[in-house]
């Protein structure tokens, strides 16, 4: 599940990582029930955007969660595009944009290549498969538009490296992962 609406939510903004949940966020945790009857547990990403969604949802299911990890964050945009939208994106960033489906290894500034946010994807699959082996039923991870792509296009690595930026996730999706490992 990617996170419910922060405040200062805007399409195509790189949110600040401190962000919280607003109240429409709330409220899309409340529309989103029931969940499916199979999840057993949450883990969220340390965010605050989605951790407090995972937190809502436990209060109002009594699902527990479990864990928070690092390895569900959200992609980590440079510094330099943080509160800027595609129309004030830096010169240098718009280039390695140009760049990056071509050269998966090059990170822009600070930020996450595309390679190791792959990386960080294929352990964090791992981690989950470990942690619903723990479970009698499912587990909701509540996570990051980016990293839920790059988690749902491990299959497809590296023929589309870039496919984790175009995919358009809503607030709930349902992703099957039984045959992830």
């Known amino acids: 599940m990617r996170h ?5 939510h805007r399409p195509g903004h790189h ?7 607003s109240a429409e966020g709330r409220a899309q945790v409340h529309r989103a029930l029931p969940l499916p009857s199979r999840i057993t547990a949450i883990v969220t990403s340390p965010l605050p955007r989605a951790s407090q969604t995972g937190r809502l949802l436990s209060q109002l299911t009594g699902i527990p969660v ?4 690092p390895l569900l964050a959200e992609w980590r945009a440079p510094s330099m595009v943080i509160g800027h939208t595609p129309d004030t ?28 946010l792959y990386d960080r994807a294929s352990r964090c699959a791992e981690y989950l498969a470990d942690v ?3 479970q009698n039923g499912g587990v909701l991870a509540v996570s990051h538009s980016v990293l839920l792509s790059a988690l749902t296009c491990l299959d497809s690595r590296p023929q589309n ?21």
């Open 15 to 21: 949110a600040p990582p401190e962000a919280p949940l």
């Open 161 to 181: 490296p870039e496919a984790v930026f175009r995919q358009d996730w809503l607030f709930a999706r349902v992703v099957n992962a039984a045959s992830r490992p």
């Open 4 to 8: 419910a609406a922060y405040e200062g």
């Open 66 to 69: 479990i864990a928070t990890t």
């Open 132 to 134: 619903r082996r723990g």
């Open 89 to 116: 994106y830096p010169q240098e960033y718009r280039t390695w944009r140009a760049q990056r489906a071509t050269n998966p290894s090059l990170a822009c500034g600070d930020g996450e290549s595309l390679a190791e």
